[in-house]
């Protein structure tokens, strides 16, 4: 992973510090906003790891540094302005310091439910099962009976979502594309194939094409 950016080209304000919004970048979920100063962004090019100025303490803080929840820079963005970063991680541990995952928990208004990282849940669940098995749970069955088994669920869900196709009945094929959903991600499970892995093969076969820009 190669980072190269010209510091002294971004806009910072009048104290000297710019915003950095911290994102997740397996879920798409946004972490915190934080604001790095010249210092704070050079070690977290330097580190890998991100760096922040404290407007309180005024001093650089490195998060993670005491309780542990490290973030693992991967990306690392500007907007068109150049006044303000992305930043895209790994986190270790969750990110606000109550404990929540995300700073951003306190919801004010209740619309729809997110579902851009239900995948992610279900996938930890699925690790979780596979290395704590638990008595009465289906997922714990399934690596219990081993391969056969969650190949034969494959395959009699891969049927159903045909059948309900060829009814053309949406409900049911929504809902047997997540049986068959579940049932896959159960599979690369076992197989050690992560949603990653699909995702990076997927991203080699989409052709690249000119992206519409707003005049």
Request: some cysteine.
């Amino acid at each position: 992973m190669i980072m190269t950016i010209q510091i002294d080209t971004l806009s910072f304000d009048e104290k000297g510090l710019i915003p950095a919004i911290v994102q997740d970048d397996r879920t798409g979920n946004v972490l915190m906003l934080a604001y790095m100063n010249k210092e704070a962004l050079q070690k977290t090019l330097d580190t890998k790891e991100t760096w922040f100025y404290s407007r309180s303490r005024q001093e650089l803080w490195n998060k993670g540094a005491t309780s542990g929840n490290r973030q693992i820079v991967n990306n690392l963005s500007l907007d068109c302005d150049n006044d303000s970063i992305l930043i895209q991680v790994t986190p270790v541990g969750p990110a606000c310091h109550t404990g929540e995952v995300t700073c951003f928990h306190n919801q004010i208004f209740d619309g729809a439910v997110p579902t851009r990282s239900i995948v992610h849940e279900i996938t930890d669940e699925i690790k979780n099962r596979r290395a704590n098995p638990v008595e009465g749970s289906y997922t714990t069955y399934l690596f219990r009976e081993g391969l056969d088994k969650i190949l034969k669920k494959v395959g009699e869900e891969t049927t159903e979502v045909v059948i309900g196709a060829k009814n053309r009945d949406k409900a049911e094929v929504t809902s047997e594309l997540a049986d068959l959903t579940y049932h896959s991600l159960v599979l690369m499970e076992e197989l050690d194939v992560s949603v990653e892995d699909v995702k990076n093969e997927l991203r080699k076969r989409r052709p690249k094409s000119e992206v519409p820009r707003d005049e």
